[in-house]
């Protein structure tokens, strides 16, 4: 009966998150029939073919599909190839090793690759809050969660990644030392992750919508919610040599970010059909509590603040990382050009 259960638990893992994979695309789409306006920004003067990695295929990055889907990304001359890779310090090391030209992952990887003597620039932020909550298995008595969690082990995604930062600075709230008092189990793929909690590895998880809805429906317990945390999610990040190199390049991919974003908040049912394709969801209810909930994280301008950037840096593992300051990782001059020239006010009325 045990071994029944957990086919099902799984099977049920495999209906709503997508297994890890290095593919550009699903396979199912909708058509690329975008209506785009022209806007005062110039397309770049030769079409560029770029690779870009992202971390999840979580629904933070549905700018990312957006700009694919609706060819916001052709219509500035940059024919983008969007490459899963399970985790942002593992995109970080793609970049790093010069498999993709750029790549959305946080500030923690991006410290470690400058302190190991590789220089990177994160030019545009995806959001600045995040939705992400922490779920107990239902033996934990959650009255106690301090008492609780020590000794227990902890699945936050891949070592060093958003998740596990979160989690370790959630242990110190708890007034707890994360490197004594739990266990960390680090998985790149939710849908690995998601079975492992399902099956009782682990006894408490980390995750983001749609995934946390299931775990509600499921009835597991959520004990904290990052929501209001100030927080940046992984950024657009180039090597700082071809990041100089290609001003242009970077203007357009940031403005193509930006002029997404605006799609998303005016076309609801476009942009559902596009998290349907890339997350694999078909159930309408939690495609709308999912897209809903996206809406909270969408910035108005993707300034980096060095406020979010601290925060990556404070709760880093290296001394080497928590002796940088924001400006050795972050540019805004991407996004203060696109500021002041109007664009970002000229998409945001579309």
Same mark, same amino acid.
């Given at each position: 009966?045990?071994?029944f259960?957990?086919?099902? #638990?799984?099977?049920m893992?495999?209906?709503?998150? #997508? ?5 550009? +695309?699903?396979t ?9 306006k022209?806007?005062?920004? !110039?397309?770049?003067s030769?079409?560029v073919?770029i ?10 990055q549905?700018?990312l ?5 609706t ?15 399970a ?9 790093n ?11 923690e ?6 302190a ?5 620039v ?13 779920y ?11 008492? +609780?969690?020590q ?7 891949? +070592? ?6 979160l ?5 110190? !709230?708890?007034g ?8 960390f ?11 492992a909690?399902?099956k ?10 749609p995934?946390?809805f ?8 959520r ?7 100030e927080v ?12 100089n190199?290609?001003?242009e ?14 799609y ?27 897209? +809903?909930?996206?809406?909270m994280?969408?910035?108005e301008k ?12 404070e709760?880093?593992?290296f001394?080497?990382?928590?002796a940088?300051k ?16 109007g ?5 945001s009325?579309?």
């Amino acid at each position: 009966m045990k071994k029944f259960l957990l086919a099902v #638990l799984v099977a049920m893992v495999g209906i709503f998150v #997508l297994s890890a994979c290095n593919s550009e +695309e699903p396979t199912k789409g909708v058509s690329a029939e975008s209506g785009l306006k022209k806007t005062s920004l !110039e397309p770049l003067s030769s079409p560029v073919d770029i690779k870009i990695g992202y971390p999840t295929q979580g629904v933070s990055q549905l700018p990312l599909w957006v700009a694919k889907d609706t060819g916001i990304f052709e219509k500035y001359g940059v024919n983008a190839e969007l490459v899963y890779i399970a985790g942002s310090p593992k995109v970080q090391e793609t970049l790093n090793g010069g498999g993709i030209h750029a790549g959305f992952t946080g500030i923690e990887p991006a410290g470690n690759a400058k302190a190991a003597g590789i220089d990177t620039v994160t030019f545009s932020a995806t959001a600045h809050k995040i939705a992400v909550y922490i779920y107990a298995s239902k033996d934990i008595d959650t009255s106690n969660i301090k008492e +609780e969690i020590q000794g227990k082990t902890i699945l936050a995604g891949a +070592e060093g990644s958003l998740y596990d930062l979160l989690a370790h600075s959630y242990i110190r !709230e708890l007034g707890l030392d994360p490197e004594k008092d739990v266990e960390f189990l680090y998985m790149g793929g939710e849908g690995d992750r998601t079975a492992a909690f399902l099956k009782g590895a682990v006894d408490f998880y980390l995750v983001a919508p749609p995934t946390s809805f299931k775990m509600d429906e499921m009835d597991y317990p959520r004990i904290y919610d990052f929501s209001d945390q100030e927080v940046l999610i992984p950024g657009l990040v180039m090597k700082t040599d071809y990041y100089n190199e290609n001003q242009e390049l970077a203007k357009v991919l940031a403005a193509s970010l930006i002029e997404a974003n605006n799609y998303i908040k005016a076309n609801k049912e476009e942009s559902l059909e596009i998290i349907s394709k890339w997350t694999g969801m078909d159930d309408p209810k939690l495609m709308d509590k999912t897209y +809903e909930i996206n809406l909270m994280t969408i910035p108005e301008k993707p300034y980096i603040s060095d406020e979010t950037v601290q925060f990556y840096l404070e709760n880093s593992q290296f001394e080497e990382v928590r002796a940088l300051k924001p400006a050795d990782l972050v540019d805004n001059s991407i996004i203060q050009q696109l500021d002041d020239s109007g664009f970002i006010d000229e998409v945001s009325t579309q």
